[in-house]
């Protein structure tokens, strides 16, 4: 009889066997609360992406303001 493993390879990562079997379980997990968490706040996205836009537009001139005497 064959022998079986999982493999898991993300970047330089690897896990194989149980491991692997949790991380991917743990993947599934992740993604299925992201998908619930945009779903529940997907009226507000949008709002809140500008806002963020913002901050960041904020955020870089003023970090160069102080690079320009």
């Known amino acids: 009889m064959k022998k079986r493993s999982f493999d898991l390879r993300i970047g330089s ?23 619930r968490a945009l779903m529940a706040a997907g009226e507000a996205l949008p709002e809140t992406l500008r806002e963020a836009k913002g901050l ?5 001139d003023s970090r160069t303001a102080h690079l320009n005497p």
């Open 13 to 35: 990562m690897r896990a194989t066997g149980v491991p692997a079997i949790l991380l991917g379980a743990a993947a599934v997990v992740l993604a299925v609360g992201a998908a």
């Open 56 to 60: 960041a537009q904020t955020l870089r």
